[in-house]
């Protein structure tokens, strides 16, 4: 017999009652989880959108990248020729607009993000489906 315990995942209890999930969450690679966000954040804006569609839009991208958010520090920091912090800055730019009301233009930001983000690797999947439309 140990004196030394080992951990052991805590179930998490589910909507169904089930306490089958692991509070423990997969390594997930940050950049798609960033492309995935931008893509939802553009399908979320069609071109007919009206501005409160704007602050789901933003709770939903805030969401999914913050899981991911301190990965993307270690990313930019590797990326030698600054495209995430581009990509970053569009972003900013697109939350700026966004907060401002301005649909067309937060739309534009986030394709601008999506178009940099392709630079980075692994965007063909998302570019093949991709709306460029603004």
Same mark, same amino acid.
């Given at each position: 017999?140990?004196?030394?315990?080992?951990?052991?995942?805590?179930?998490?209890?589910?909507?169904?009652?089930?306490?089958?999930?692991?509070?423990?969450?997969?390594?997930?690679?940050?950049?798609?989880?960033?492309?995935?966000?931008?893509?939802?954040?553009? /399908?979320?804006?069609?071109?007919? $959108?009206?501005?409160? !569609?704007?602050?789901?839009?933003?709770?939903? &991208? #805030?969401? @999914? *990248?913050?899981?991911?958010?301190?990965?993307?520090?270690?990313?930019? /920091?590797?990326?030698?020729?600054? $495209?995430?912090?581009? !990509?970053?800055?569009?972003?900013?730019?697109? &939350? #700026?607009? @966004? *907060?401002?009301?301005?649909?067309?233009?937060?739309?534009?930001?986030?394709?601008?993000?999506?178009?940099?983000?392709?630079?980075?690797?692994?965007?063909?999947?998302?570019?093949?489906?991709?709306?460029?439309?603004?």
């Amino acid at each position: 017999m140990s004196l030394h315990q080992q951990s052991v995942p805590v179930p998490e209890q589910t909507r169904a009652g089930s306490a089958t999930v692991s509070r423990r969450h997969p390594e997930r690679d940050p950049l798609p989880v960033l492309a995935a966000a931008v893509e939802a954040a553009i /399908a979320a804006l069609p071109p007919t $959108a009206r501005a409160d !569609a704007l602050e789901l839009m933003l709770t939903d &991208f #805030t969401l @999914a *990248v913050a899981p991911v958010q301190g990965d993307l520090a270690g990313v930019a /920091a590797r990326d030698r020729r600054g $495209a995430l912090k581009i !990509a970053q800055g569009y972003l900013g730019n697109a &939350f #700026t607009h @966004a *907060v401002t009301g301005d649909v067309d233009a937060t739309r534009a930001a986030l394709i601008a993000a999506r178009a940099t983000l392709f630079h980075l690797g692994g965007g063909e999947e998302i570019a093949s489906g991709a709306d460029w439309r603004l």
